[in-house]
């Protein structure tokens, strides 16, 4: 159980395009998700907490309008990167923390990653 | 506010070696801890949690972590090294009340030398 997809594993598109990412709970609902973003050899940084229903929350720095996030659904999360640039090739991953009965301490469970590469 | 310390971003021991990766945690209220790992271009995997239950919490792949409080720290172990857990590990803490945050050390490669 609490297993988390996200397609697509890995995309490269031009300069100047727009690419979305999904993110899905598959066997639970999540209330909340986040979208991370990993530079080689690095950390995970948070970029924003998405709550189904309501705007996601950007943390300082991270552009929303550059980066949209839509949780329509308890399943479903997206990240869209606008007008990318060869600057926003990363790592983006997901993650997502169930309702409440669902194994709680603030466990999130990851996605597997979505390799971002802007020409 | 809370942050994490990975003491040490590479680690490299002998196949069958003790592992041991150093995680110490700063927090104004208590936290719950993790160790994940991952694996090259994968997500993370969960290795073991603190939720202010046993001290000493046994994870999978034979990992081990203990919670000393009173050294604000969490650090990871493993008796016997195998090829497999060449990977990079990442502690992060979280408080137990409000916000869901996780806010992750720096990260750890481990190398496993044959």
């Known amino acids: 159980g609490a297993v988390v997809s996200q397609h697509p594993s890995w995309v490269i598109c031009k300069s100047g395009t727009s690419v979305k990412i999904e993110c899905r709970s598959l066997d639970f609902q999540a209330t909340t998700m986040f979208w991370y973003r990993q530079f080689p050899k690095q950390s995970l940084m948070l970029m924003a907490t998405?709550?189904?229903?309501?705007?996601?929350?950007?943390e300082q720095g991270v552009e929303k309008d550059k980066f949209l996030i839509n949780h329509a659904s308890l399943t479903l999360s997206t990240l869209t990167v606008t007008s990318a640039h060869p600057e926003d090739s990363s790592f983006y991953i997901c993650?997502?923390?169930?309702?409440?009965?669902?194994?709680?301490?603030?466990?999130?469970?990851f996605g597997p990653g979505t390799r971002l590469t802007v020409l | 506010a809370q942050s994490v310390t990975q003491l040490g971003s590479h680690v490299s021991v002998s196949e069958g070696a003790l592992v041991l990766l150093r995680c110490n945690y700063s927090?104004?209220?208590?936290?719950?801890l993790f160790w994940y790992v991952q694996y090259p271009n994968q997500g993370l995997q969960l290795l073991l949690k603190y939720t202010s239950a046993a001290t000493l919490v046994k994870g999978i792949n034979g990992f081990e972590a203990e919670f000393k409080k009173s050294e604000t720290s969490f650090h990871l172990t493993k008796p016997s090294a195998h090829m497999s857990d060449a990977a990079e590990y990442f502690c992060a803490v979280t408080p137990i009340q409000g916000a869901q945050k996780l806010v992750f050390g720096q990260g750890t490669r481990l190398t496993i030398n044959p």
């Open positions: 998405s709550n189904e229903g309501s705007k996601a929350t950007y």
């Open positions: 927090s104004s209220v208590p936290p719950y």
């Open positions: 993650s997502a923390v169930g309702t409440s009965g669902m194994i709680s301490y603030n466990e999130q469970f």
